[in-house]
């Protein structure tokens, strides 16, 4: 499980917070919605947020990390309303997530009127690789290959000589502008 939180820097704590309309992408069009614009979630990918409004901040668990079809990186983004106080939490039951003909909802299904102040989009980008992918591998490669390859040192020794000339030359200078 993967945590997603929506948190506000320098939070005023006498605001509430609601995320709403949060969905991921990828650059090829394909989108997955995680949270209804009226605040509901899809209950086979996300946990409810449980909200910490004297500290800015919501959090949610992705229950299973998915990768894009078309793509390895993936984009979040959510819309985060801030309402005077506590934001009032959406009716969400199954038959209301289910109704998506507009003609078939009815006064209580309908998206409800915000009380929020002030609202937010927030986005973020993952890069996921897939574990059989040569991003992956390579990677790995890095990770457990010589942390210092012998090139680089090699580098570090010639910057290493060249920093000393410039000192030795730099003290001859000054000592000889003080002598005049």
Not at 93 to 110: C, N, V, Y
Not at 123 to 145: H, K, N, P, Q, Y
């Amino acid at each position: 499980s993967y945590n997603l939180r929506a948190q506000v820097m320098n939070h005023d704590s006498s605001l509430g917070l609601l995320v709403r309309s949060c969905f991921v992408f990828d650059l090829a069009g394909t989108t997955v919605k995680l949270v209804d614009d009226r605040g509901c979630r899809n209950e086979k990918l996300i946990s409810a947020f449980t909200y910490d409004d004297s500290a800015g901040r919501a959090d949610a668990t992705i229950y299973s990390f998915f990768r894009m079809p078309q793509s390895n990186r993936t984009f979040f983004q959510c819309d985060v309303e801030l309402c005077q106080r506590t934001c009032q939490q959406p009716a969400c039951d199954a038959r209301t997530q289910e109704t998506s003909d507009p003609e078939q909802q009815t006064a209580d299904t309908a998206p409800q009127q915000s009380q929020a102040i002030d609202s937010v989009t927030s986005s973020t980008s993952v890069f996921v690789a897939d574990a059989a992918s040569s991003g992956a591998v390579g990677v790995a490669t890095c990770s457990a290959g010589s942390a210092n390859p012998t090139w680089l040192k090699f580098l570090t020794i010639a910057f290493g000589v060249l920093f000393a000339i410039m000192l030795l030359i730099n003290v001859f200078l000054c000592s000889a502008m003080t002598c005049s």
